[in-house]
């Protein structure tokens, strides 16, 4: 199949996947774990913690996909999949306000390396929001925390539906008055970009290659059809003439 | 009455009036309108225009109110009453892609003078937010178009409803996980801040004495109960140790 060319500036807002692609949710949820962990004598392998945490992400969603149950925030289900995983690990009887602020870790990740210094450069020719599973208080915290400029907080909460349902992508592009062919979805996962796609969204990839860990095999590159691929946000920058 | 005692510190996200407050919405529609009454011929009061344009505000956001019809973007309601305003106003056969571009002259009014620095400010220490009537794509439009460094963009899109009812206020506020009492409603007019105080919210005052043009006389003061009365957005940043 021949790709549509593409022409950067017939795109007006760049949305971004934010877990992964912006910020590195990982290393950030291990080291607050393991802190967490030592505060209570608590001796678990705190990536692997990390890991089986976030395992419990899509299945939770998947729930409010399928309409088994409504649309709720995704603070709530961390909150579930959290209680779930210390039950495995064994782990009781700690003070329901450590829990709550653990499961907050998600308002703090940390962004690559790159992320503020790209977004800001893309920030000058485009509209940039984001389009993340995530609920408005995690974005708006997660970006006062760490000085992610967004315009625009769009995405699950504004959609009422999880990625990578149809809605959340066109009702984001709906918010901004734009059709979906002005918007550009940016991520580090070809699922989420080829959901977008088949939107009409355009779509950049951009590598994170340790997301998951030294050990990551998926996502290395990017799937045919997707419309840029980038290295980093400043690639992406770069490419977009930003 | 006593007033409740105000601490800056219990207040987390400071939410923003938009047209009025931040921004001079009558001598920009008055401009754009004369530009465009300029390029076809049209001799108007383009001041009268303006306000003409602008008292069709309230009565269409109140038949949402009331139910008589569903929730619609403000950009919906304000193009309807153009074609109104334009009708009486004995203006036709004009293109409609002229009549489009007038009705975004919404999404392009400047800032008043000190609005970008003071918000800038007030970013430092708060989450700054909008809580206008405006829809997701005029509020993020306008700041793109004049350097407005909000946080995110709540109100009416988000909540589904028009100011000043309750939901509009209690329901952005839960999108960024707070308490009411932990957000301030930032507006020019009396009548908003005594809507959200209703819902919890703590309140200032910014006076914005030409709004209405020379002879403006309502919301020349501060009401009773409000927290904070400011002369404008630098005046609240001082007050708020900012």
Chains 1, 2 share one sequence.
Not at 40 to 46: F, Q, R, V
Request: net charge negative; proline share 5%.
């Amino acid at each position: 199949v021949a790709k549509k060319e593409f022409d950067p500036a017939a795109v007006k807002a760049l949305t971004f996947d934010v877990f992964g692609t912006v910020v590195d949710w990982r290393s950030s949820i291990a080291r607050e774990a393991a802190a967490f962990g030592k505060k209570h004598g608590l001796e678990l392998d705190w990536d692997t913690f990390a890991d089986s945490w976030r395992a419990l992400y899509q299945p939770a969603m998947e729930k409010v996909r399928t309409g088994e149950r409504p649309w709720v925030p995704l603070d709530v289900l961390h909150r579930q999949n959290l209680d779930r995983v210390l039950e495995d690990s064994g782990v009781s009887g700690i003070d329901e306000a450590e829990i709550a602020n653990l499961n907050l870790a998600w308002h703090r990740l940390d962004p690559w390396p790159e992320a503020v210094e790209g977004l800001t450069r893309l920030k000058s020719r485009y509209i940039i929001g984001t389009l993340s599973n995530g609920n408005i208080a995690l974005m708006v915290n997660m970006a006062k925390h760490t000085g992610l400029p967004w315009d625009v907080i769009l995405g699950s909460e504004v959609a009422r539906a999880y990625k990578p349902q149809p809605e959340a992508y066109l009702r984001s592009a709906a918010a901004l008055g734009l059709a979906p062919e002005q918007c550009m979805m940016v991520a580090a996962h070809n699922p989420d970009l080829l959901a977008a796609a088949e939107c009409g969204f355009r779509t950049a990839f951009v590598l994170r290659a340790n997301e998951y860990g030294p050990h990551q095999r998926a996502n290395r590159t990017a799937a045919d059809g997707v419309d840029i691929s980038a290295v980093d946000f400043n690639d992406l920058a770069d490419q977009l003439g930003c």
